[in-house]
């Protein structure tokens, strides 16, 4: 079946600009969960999207990010103002349950603010 | 203490041999636990789940768990160079938490 779909897969924007990243994750799957994954660094976690619980915002790193899911599937990422250390790849990943079960992830989007 | 640490690698094997990749974790109450392979510039992707003590066979891919130790392992067994990849070992205590990942270099 089809996998977790992110779009776009890459982005150049200007220092100052706003930005959306769109993740759509697998059919049924109730959680969804934003990523950021620097050059050479490991995971970071962002935000946690389960059913139509409120969100988990604990990773967002400042109010620049923000994110919203909506109708419980696709997701969409917001970045205001961006700025040169935003620029990372931004991975989506679903789950068929709750936070403890196994996540499936999409292709990323590679961002890189000039 | 880190939620999740894994030996800091990277880690280079002759091909053939096994590599051996070991994770520890800081949450005694948790009850799943994930390998994921992820090659450069490419998402991390699911190879092993684990949930309860003991080994668990998947190919070539053997995942070890010790609950009382709070240790989690894999073993990649006649290992090939499209082995080469980073591991991220996962573990849930409220959420899934991800290692930093071990860098796996396997030589022709």
């Known amino acids: 079946g089809a996998g977790v779909s992110q779009s776009p897969s890459n982005k150049v924007t200007e220092k100052g600009k706003d930005v959306e990243l769109r993740c759509d994750p697998i059919s049924g799957h109730t959680a969804l969960y934003w990523y950021r994954q620097s050059l050479g660094q490991g995971l970071e976690f962002l935000i946690y999207?389960?059913?139509?619980?409120?969100?988990?915002k604990s990773g967002l790193p400042s109010d620049r990010f923000s994110a919203e899911r909506t109708g419980g599937s696709v997701s969409t990422l917001t970045i205001q103002r961006t700025q040169q250390e935003d620029s990372a790849v931004y991975l989506c990943a679903s789950s068929p349950s709750d936070s403890r079960s196994e996540q499936y992830f999409g292709p990323g989007t590679r961002l890189t603010v000039t | 203490q880190k939620e999740v640490e894994q030996n800091s690698g990277p880690l280079s094997v002759p091909e053939g041999a096994i590599a051996s990749l070991n994770c520890t974790y800081s949450?005694?109450?948790?009850?799943?636990f994930f390998w994921y392979r992820q090659y450069s510039g490419k998402s991390p992707e699911l190879i092993m789940s684990i949930y309860s003590n003991g080994d668990k066979e998947d190919g070539r891919f053997t995942a070890q768990l010790n609950k009382a130790s709070q240790y989690v392992s894999l073993l990649i067994r006649d290992s090939q160079p499209s082995d080469s990849a980073t591991y991220l070992c996962?573990?849930?205590?409220?959420?899934?938490?991800f290692g930093a990942g071990t860098t796996v270099t396997v030589r022709a």
């Open positions: 949450d005694r109450g948790s009850q799943s």
């Open positions: 996962a573990v849930t205590d409220y959420k899934l938490s």
């Open positions: 999207f389960q059913g139509n619980s409120a969100p988990d």
